[in-house]
């Protein structure tokens, strides 16, 4: 039974760039949700995605986008990069029947910007 | 910004010794969880409580919730080294699919 998957494991970016990041969620999921975690710091709330629809989005900007698939994979999507998305993007998912439902999470992806 | 707060922010114990952790929140919860998360890893689910219960066992693992103060604890007993992590606190809203994080506790066990 697979879990959580993230590619890539580390990224290396310049300022301005564009970068995608993808996640399979764990068998049996439906819904996917990306945090952004600091260094030294608790995940932040990206957004969540369920049915191919953002659900609910955290206080990132408009920089930050994703999809769902229809085989409930997710991209994240971060457009002119800066220096402070320096981070580990973390994946979650779970499935959407209740609310605060515990979250299944991939081992990231570590991005830094250079 | 960060829903709760941890603390302490570090903690050094020896093994078989408990460990002690507390968070603090801001707003009314659905539910209120603990994850672990060893070094360069992602988080993995330990325990949930829900709002109206006020304490909850899993193995070595105790939590409390203390709704009145916006409270809540983790104890580990007989830690073991592999233990090591941090450990975080996160708050599930009554109308919230997403989870609000505090800033975590570094658990340092040693041999």
């Known amino acids: 039974d697979a879990g959580v998957t993230q590619s890539p494991t580390h990224l290396i970016k310049t300022r301005g760039q564009q970068v995608t990041l993808r996640c399979s969620p764990k068998s049996g999921h439906d819904t996917v949700s990306w945090y952004q975690q600091a260094l030294g710091q608790g995940p932040q709330f990206i957004f969540q995605?369920?049915?191919?629809?953002?659900?609910q989005r955290g206080n990132f900007p408009d920089r930050f986008s994703g999809h769902q698939f229809p085989n409930y994979s997710s991209e994240l999507n971060v457009n002119a990069l800066l220096l402070g998305d320096s981070a580990l993007y973390l994946c979650a998912s779970s499935r959407q029947e209740n609310l605060g439902q515990p979250q299944h999470f991939g081992d990231g992806t570590r991005l830094s910007i250079l | 910004s960060q829903q709760g707060e941890e603390d302490p922010q570090a903690l050094s114990i020896q093994e078989g010794e408990n460990a002690t952790m507390n968070c603090s929140y801001k707003?009314?919860?659905?539910?209120l969880q603990w994850y672990r998360q060893n070094s360069g890893r992602g988080l993995v689910h330990l325990i949930l409580?829900?709002?109206?219960?006020r304490e909850k066992h899993s193995g070595r693992l105790r939590v409390t919730l203390d709704t009145s103060k916006k409270s809540s604890s983790l104890l580990i007993t007989a830690s073991r080294a592999a233990d090591t992590a941090s450990y975080f606190c996160a708050t599930a809203g009554s109308n919230d699919y997403k989870l609000s994080f505090g800033a975590g506790t570094t658990v340092t066990v040693r041999a």
């Open positions: 707003t009314s919860i659905n539910n």
């Open positions: 409580i829900r709002s109206n219960e």
């Open positions: 995605y369920y049915e191919e629809e953002e659900r």
